[in-house]
């Protein structure tokens, strides 16, 4: 890490570091918002943002990309609570306008295993991400979700199963 | 790793890398974004801050000018005091009055014509 590549206000994060990761973070962000492009470079700039800020500040208790994939996570989290707040208003105040804002862009075309993926539930489907497509382990994984490793192994254990029933089938 | 893991993670790699090729922005764009989000939000700070400033300033000057004038204090002159100063006499037409009949009120002293030894008992 280059001295003068440190974040001011994060002293353990450099800018070089976080370059390395951009695209896997980016691809977490992208699959947090339902692939929409615009939404995702929003949720990866505000991350920057808070890494910058201090807001986020990274201590070296986790690996970094596990704590940039959680700040992702939940700034996904805080998009959605607002979102929903928004869709109940619209909803109380006319019910077709809300089914409007709802509906969100489908996802590209991918091979049948990725689309049996994208049915999981959506725990399930967050640690087989995290664990097969960002290469992290059950417990750094549990980290960025924010459950316990226990939770975390559960999920993983019945996605697994899930998806090896599905692998059977083809 | 077993099989099935190897296998699944092979599998989901690629879809992942196909649903998500060339759809990353230039790193050095998006932080670049960040970076002037970040100065853009402290120059909005600072300027809220000066803005709360001038108007703290401004209110205590206001409030400063709302103030009675001072004034030169000087002993009281004993003549003009007194001077200044009437009295009158207490008088009664404030109090209730107070009026009774005297035939009506007073009440009737009972009398007695009957002597012992030559004085009216």
């Excluded at chain 1, 470079?41 to 800020?53: I, N």
């Excluded at chain 1, 750094?140 to 692998?167: I, P």
Aim: charged letters at 25%; a negative charge.
């Amino acid at each position: 890490m280059r001295d003068s590549d440190v974040l001011v206000n994060n002293p353990h994060v450099s800018r070089s570091a976080l370059e390395a990761m951009h695209g896997q973070v980016f691809g977490w962000a992208l699959s947090r918002c339902d692939f929409e492009q615009a939404v995702a470079e929003d949720l990866v700039q505000q991350a920057y943002v808070e890494l910058l800020t201090g807001k986020a500040r990274f201590d070296g208790q986790s690996s970094l990309k596990t704590f940039v994939f959680a700040v992702v996570q939940n700034l996904s989290r805080n998009r959605y609570r607002r979102l929903a707040a928004r869709m109940r208003l619209l909803g109380k105040a006319a019910p077709e306008a809300g089914a409007d804002v709802a509906q969100l862009e489908e996802p590209a075309e991918h091979n049948e295993l990725w689309k049996a993926v994208q049915e999981l539930p959506a725990r399930q489907r967050d640690i087989v991400e995290l664990v097969f497509c960002r290469d992290m382990t059950i417990e750094e994984a549990s980290a960025v979700m924010g459950v316990t490793t226990g939770t975390g192994r559960v999920h993983y254990d019945r996605a697994k199963k899930t998806l090896k029933g599905r692998l059977a089938n083809d | 790793m077993t099989d099935i893991e190897h296998t699944l993670r092979e599998a989901l790699q690629q879809g992942q890398k196909d649903a998500e090729a060339g759809r990353a922005p230039d790193f050095d764009t998006v932080f670049a974004a960040a970076e002037a989000s970040v100065s853009q939000r402290r120059r909005r700070t600072t300027a809220m801050g000066g803005i709360a400033a001038a108007i703290v300033v401004a209110a205590v000057l206001v409030i400063g000018q709302m103030r009675p004038a001072e004034r030169d204090w000087q002993y009281v002159d004993p003549d003009e005091f007194a001077n200044s100063t009437s009295w009158a006499a207490p008088s009664d037409v404030l109090l209730p009055e107070h009026r009774f009949d005297i035939f009506g009120d007073i009440p009737v002293l009972i009398e007695s014509t009957d002597t012992d030894e030559g004085a009216l008992l």
